[in-house]
Each structure stands twice: as C-alpha cells, then as structure tokens.
C-alpha cells in the first residue's frame, strides 16, 4: 500500500501557505531524509512545480530537472483537461470525462498535436540541448504546486517508471482527495501537507498569493541553478 504522508493540521483548509516558495519550504521538511543523496533527483513539472521544487533541492543538495507535462485541454475550455500528455509521448486519458465530452477524433488529434508543439517549445526553452537524464535505479521525486484531477501527475509518474526509477515519491502542497486516489496504485509515496475534499478544487486556494509563472520567471529560477 502506498504511503500518504500528510500535515493533519492543514486537512481541509484553504490559503495555507504564503506562496509556492513558502510550500517548497515546508515540503522540504518532510523529504529531509533524501537529503544530500546521488541516488535522489527532483523532476519539476514546469511553470508552477519550478517554484516548488527550487527551495527543496537548495536545502537538501540534490538533483533537480524537468518534467514537462502538458494538460490536454477541452476545445472550448482551455481551463478543463480531459487527459495529459507527457515529454516522451506518453498520453493518458481521464476516459469517464473523455467518453462523456464527445470529442470526434479530429477534435483529439488537434488538441494533442497543439500540446506536443507546446511541450517542444518548453523542452528547447528550458532544456536546450541538454540530455535527459538516466532514471535507471533513481529515487524520483515528481513535484508540482498542486493536483487537482492528478491526471497530468499520473502520466508523469507513467513515464518515469517506463524509464528505470526505482521509487517515485510525488511531493506537492496541495491536492484534492481524489487526486490522491488516483495515485496510490502508480506510485510508491506520495507527500501532501493539504489534503481537501468537497466537489470543487482549485489549487489556488491553497495559497494567500497566486499567480500564474511566465516562462521568464521559470528561466530566472533555472539559471538560480547553474
């Protein structure tokens, strides 16, 4: 059974943290035992897990790259996801909203093409040239500044296990109940300070100052970095 390692103090509650940097602080704490480990690197899912993942790979002394995961989104809701859609390729459907949502096949393939051009141009922005690392025998720690659905954390965690990881420990403030459901059986650890239920979630509402990371903003904590 997978462990769930929570903040029983934050269960349910909303604006909890100060902002991403505060969540990455007090995440750390709790993953203080990979600290300082050559077996151990953090995979960011760009624009808000960059914010997250910087003060915990400061304060442990670990490895940190990216993840770039693109949320496939609903035609005539680009708020709405009805899948994800991975670096390497790897595409998973949420198949209950998909099925339900009627798209035709010319509607999918559109929507995916738009998010693979999408996740090409963060690889070249981000990443360069640089050559993704070998997750063979590694402790992989996916991180992201929240879940909603889980969907886009779920096909990361997919393509990390394709790839060799020996452990994949998922480490967001933030997530909804049901997010954590759909993670348990596809990973070996997840850490989440505030768990909340109830039939709307929004990540936002975790922290007191919300913004949406411009690519200049994840290239200025990247270069923090080097």
């Known amino acids: 059974m997978t462990e769930v390692l929570e903040e029983p103090s934050l269960r349910g509650r909303v604006y909890v943290f100060r902002d991403r940097s505060h969540a990455g602080e007090l995440l750390a704490e709790k993953l203080k035992n990979y600290g300082s480990r050559e077996d151990v690197l953090v995979l960011a899912i760009p624009a808000g897990g960059v914010q997250v993942a910087f003060p915990i790979v400061r304060q442990l002394k670990i490895s940190m790259d990216l993840a770039i995961t693109r949320k496939l989104h609903v035609p005539w809701n680009r708020e709405a996801g009805f899948g994800a859609i991975t670096w390497d ?3 998973l459907f949420n198949e209950p909203l998909f099925y339900g949502l009627g798209l035709t096949r010319e509607q999918i ?5 738009e998010e693979r051009d999408a996740i090409r141009r ?3 922005l981000f990443r360069g040239d640089k050559v993704f690392p070998d997750l063979r025998e590694k402790v992989v720690i996916l991180v992201d500044d929240g879940l909603a659905s889980g969907f886009s954390m779920l096909a990361t965690a997919k393509s990390v296990r394709e790839k ?3 452990e994949i420990v998922v480490a ?3 997530a909804s109940v ?3 459901g759909l993670l348990r059986s596809s990973v070996d650890k997840i850490i989440c300070l505030n768990i909340r239920t109830g039939p709307v979630f929004a990540v936002a509402d975790a922290y007191r100052v919300w913004f949406d990371l411009e690519d200049e903003d994840v290239m200025e904590i990247l270069s923090k970095l080097d």
């Open 109 to 113: 393939e559109r929507v995916v093409a």
């Open 164 to 166: 060799g990881a020996k």
């Open 178 to 180: 049901n997010a954590i």
């Open 89 to 91: 390729g790897t595409v």
């Open 122 to 124: 963060r690889m070249e």
């Open 172 to 174: 967001v403030p933030t």
